[in-house]
């Protein structure tokens, strides 16, 4: 895996906003489009959702709703508790994340339901994040993605850790008992190693394709997990209180 097919966004920059306000998509009669807020940290954010010259630079709902187990922007919004208002005639909803994302392509959204607004709830204190995905060629979907968000104690112990996968299931996978396992612990690169292939062996479930066999998948789930947790882990030390 060269540096060129493994890219990290600027995904710090979204973890700073308090929200992140979607637009109510525009009536077919307008040209307007749906668009993030105007926060200062906008342009890292568009930087980050646009490492694909395919994608909208700005982050529409649809890459949220569309719910396809290859995007960024699902994976983004589990790892960070996001929640998501749905909006009908019938009144609005706010849906957590881990609830939002049923299986491949399909949401909790009700058929006349719109995604209107993605809040994201402001980082703890010594909190570091990191997120890395590699293709085989700049621009393609990833075959295999990784989220990391590291909450340190005072001690500079792991208070809470989060490992989130793309393209390693029918949606995000959120490695839960791989993250637990480092929770009370000290970060120490066998500690992470660990916790990766955990996550790796027992808690994905890649679905295999012409670009990655299941195997190969595997390998990229240990690697790009253990690499996020570490650099989440750096930036966290470096968060400081
Ligand atoms: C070659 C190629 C490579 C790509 N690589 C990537 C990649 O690496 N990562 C990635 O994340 N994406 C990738 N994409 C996907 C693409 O960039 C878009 O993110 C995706 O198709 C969604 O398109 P859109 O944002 O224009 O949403 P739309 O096409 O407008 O909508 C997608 C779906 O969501 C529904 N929808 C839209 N808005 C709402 C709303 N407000 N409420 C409810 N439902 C709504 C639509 O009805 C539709 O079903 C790639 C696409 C191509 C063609």
Same mark, same amino acid.
């Given at each position: 895996?060269?540096?060129?097919?493994?890219r990290?966004?600027?995904?710090a920059a979204?973890?700073?906003?308090?929200?992140?306000?979607?637009?109510?998509?525009?009536?077919?009669?307008s040209? +307007? +489009?749906p +668009?993030?807020?105007?926060?200062?940290?906008?342009?890292?954010?568009?930087?980050?959702?646009?490492g694909?010259?395919? %994608?909208?630079?700005?982050?529409?709902?649809?890459?949220?709703?569309? $719910?396809?187990?290859?995007?960024?922007?699902?994976?983004?919004?589990?790892?960070?508790?996001?929640?998501?208002?749905? %909006?009908?005639?019938?009144?609005?909803?706010?849906?957590?994340?881990?609830?939002?994302?049923?299986?491949?392509?399909?949401?909790?959204?009700?058929?006349?339901e719109?995604?209107?607004?993605?809040?994201?709830?402001?980082?703890?204190?010594?909190?570091?994040?990191?997120?890395?995905?590699?293709? +085989?060629?700049?621009?393609?979907? $990833?075959?295999?993605?990784?989220?990391?968000?590291?909450?340190?104690?005072? $001690?500079?112990?792991?208070?809470?850790?989060?490992?989130?996968?793309?393209?390693?299931?029918?949606?995000?996978?959120?490695?839960? %008992?791989a993250?637990?396992q480092?929770?009370?612990q000290? &970060?120490t690169?066998? $500690?992470?190693?660990?916790?990766?292939?955990?996550?790796?062996?027992?808690?994905?479930?890649?679905?295999?394709?012409v670009?990655?066999?299941?195997?190969? %998948?595997?390998? &990229?789930?240990?690697?790009?997990g253990?690499?996020?947790?570490?650099?989440a882990?750096?930036?966290?030390?470096?968060?400081?209180h």
């Amino acid at each position: 895996m060269s540096a060129s097919t493994s890219r990290e966004g600027a995904w710090a920059a979204i973890w700073r906003h308090a929200s992140l306000p979607i637009e109510p998509a525009a009536p077919v009669t307008s040209t +307007r +489009r749906p +668009r993030i807020g105007r926060s200062p940290g906008d342009a890292l954010v568009r930087s980050a959702s646009s490492g694909n010259s395919i %994608q909208n630079v700005e982050p529409s709902p649809g890459r949220l709703a569309h $719910a396809d187990p290859a995007a960024e922007l699902p994976v983004i919004a589990v790892a960070l508790d996001a929640r998501l208002r749905a %909006q009908s005639v019938r009144g609005e909803r706010w849906i957590p994340a881990a609830e939002f994302f049923v299986s491949l392509f399909t949401t909790a959204l009700e058929p006349d339901e719109m995604l209107v607004e993605v809040a994201l709830p402001a980082l703890p204190a010594r909190t570091g994040t990191a997120f890395l995905e590699a293709a +085989r060629r700049h621009g393609d979907y $990833a075959m295999l993605g990784a989220a990391a968000v590291v909450t340190l104690d005072a $001690a500079g112990r792991c208070e809470r850790a989060r490992l989130v996968f793309l393209n390693a299931g029918e949606g995000p996978v959120d490695a839960r %008992q791989a993250a637990g396992q480092l929770a009370g612990q000290a &970060l120490t690169a066998e $500690a992470l190693a660990a916790a990766a292939g955990h996550a790796a062996e027992h808690e994905i479930s890649p679905l295999g394709g012409v670009h990655a066999s299941v195997d190969y %998948q595997r390998h &990229l789930a240990r690697v790009l997990g253990r690499r996020a947790l570490s650099l989440a882990a750096d930036r966290a030390r470096s968060a400081g209180h």
